[in-house]
């Protein structure tokens, strides 16, 4: 399991629960991640012939892709390390969010575009896309930043920022009162979708603060489901032994 997601958890759980042997797989990015039932391992592969030699000297009978859908690298890696190692895939991703009737929405294709768009958007920045992206918001001396991170953010960083430590899930009360103390006026976030974070798009809704969300970047043509309960059922359906 590559994991690091609140479905990869929940997978994880469910074969668990199941006597299923698994394995999930985290980057290391985060300094407490929230560890998920059976075997953990912490780091990279080497790439996908590091992770296809991991997945044969292991004998891995399946691999489940349940990475957040910005880990752009590690898809790549899973869908070609799979393929090579002759292991079946499937991607596990929740659906995107959607914006409702008078959300003012602005999509942008990378941060980098994001912050383009900012300075005719707003003054007062809510950025929640993560501490390892706000070097594409350094140049924007005239604006003022909140970024919310789970880790401290390193330079390059928007010079006038405070940053916010703090993990989901968030409530939408929480999220409105935050936004309004700090005269939030166009909030910043990317297609993560799920609803540990998406209170932040209902208050930004409630205060007609214009959103600016970045899409996520493609993935390679792989099997996929958006839920935990037809994940387990392909699992289920792929590896032997110690059944219920």
């Known amino acids: ?61 399946a691999v489940v892709d349940a990475t957040h859908p910005f880990a752009e690298r590690i898809g790549t890696s899973a869908a ?18 959607e914006p409702a009737p008078g959300d003012d929405w602005h999509w942008a294709d990378t941060l980098g575009d994001a912050a383009e768009l900012l300075p005719r958007l ?27 991170c789970v880790d401290p953010p390193e330079p390059p960083l928007p010079p006038r920022l405070e940053v916010l430590l703090s993990r989901g899930p968030y409530r939408v009360e929480e999220e409105t009162e935050l936004m309004r103390t700090h005269r939030i006026d166009v ?7 799920g609803s540990m974070t998406e ?3 209902v208050a930004a809704r409630r205060l007609r603060v214009p959103v600016v969300v970045v899409r996520r970047p ?24 110690g059944l219920t």
């Open 1 to 61: 399991m590559l994991g690091g997601t609140s479905e990869a958890r929940a997978l994880a759980a469910g074969l668990v629960a199941r006597d299923v042997p698994v394995v999930s797989s985290l980057a290391g990015r985060v300094a407490r991640p929230r560890l998920p039932e059976g075997e953990v391992r912490i780091g990279g592969f080497g790439g996908p012939d590091g992770l296809a030699a991991w997945l044969t000297e292991h004998g891995v009978t």
């Open 218 to 241: 493609p993935r390679p043509p792989v099997p996929t489901v958006a839920d935990v309960g037809t994940a387990l059922e392909w699992t289920l359906g792929r590896v032997s032994g």
């Open 80 to 97: 070609t390390g799979a393929a090579r190692a002759g292991v079946p895939l499937l991607r596990l991703q929740r659906p995107g969010w």
């Open 199 to 201: 209170a932040k798009l």
């Open 122 to 148: 707003g003054t007062r920045v809510f950025l929640t896309s993560g501490r390892q992206g706000l070097a594409a918001f350094a140049d924007l001396t005239g604006l003022w930043f909140l970024a919310r």
């Open 187 to 193: 909030l910043v976030t990317k297609d993560s979708g």
